[in-house]
């Protein structure tokens, strides 16, 4: 991924960044399993940056994103639709942190998805392993590594609703929003 797109897109040294949580309703089992156990209606989350993005044949633009994700695996960068079934909040960071955060996030692709770590949230005893991630708990530590929020718990404790319920209190930019991005519903 190359860096060089943010500073160009960039505006006052600053870059747009979100945090996209998938709504459980428009899941499968997985999802809807997710949001139960961790009373939460989000399942997913990805780091979306939308400087970097491409239109798909269709016309749809689709933002590169970073997470963990069941179906791919582990952790990995992909184009997404955010379309209706993504809640996106959306901040700004430096240049600077936006770099860092790049850096990090490649660290970790090719990482397995970590299948244990979410039976933490029934277990709590579980500690994280660095070889394997899962979504909220992957995007909650690289951006506690920029220093763009604080964790009041291990990231590895992480649920899709507490990263939004975190991201909401300690990111959301008033302004910062993307043209046809979604809105909470």
Not at 58 to 65: D, E, F, P, W
Not at 77 to 102: G, P, S
Not at 151 to 180: F, V
Request: glycine share 6%; net charge neutral.
């Amino acid at each position: 991924m190359n860096c060089d797109l943010a500073k160009h897109n960039s505006t006052s040294d600053k870059v747009l960044v979100g945090v996209a949580f998938y709504k459980a309703r428009y899941g499968r089992i997985f999802s809807k399993g997710i949001s139960v156990v961790s009373r939460s209606p989000y399942s997913h989350v990805e780091l979306a940056f939308p400087t970097i993005s491409l239109t798909n044949e269709a016309g749809t633009r689709m933002i590169k994103c970073w997470s963990s994700s069941e179906r791919d695996e582990g952790v990995r960068w992909k184009h997404i639709d955010l379309d209706y079934k993504w809640d996106v909040v959306y901040f700004h960071i430096t240049v600077a942190q936006f770099e860092y955060l790049v850096d990090l996030c490649d660290a970790l692709v090719g990482l397995t998805y970590d299948w244990l770590g979410i039976k933490a949230f029934l277990f709590w005893w579980r500690s994280q392993n660095q070889q394997e991630w899962f979504c909220s708990e992957a995007v909650a530590d690289r951006l506690a590594k920029i220093e763009a929020i604080k964790l009041p718990l291990p990231a590895s404790k992480i649920t899709p609703g507490k990263l939004y319920d975190i991201a909401k209190m300690q990111l959301e930019s008033p302004g910062a929003t993307m043209e046809g991005s979604s809105t909470p519903s």
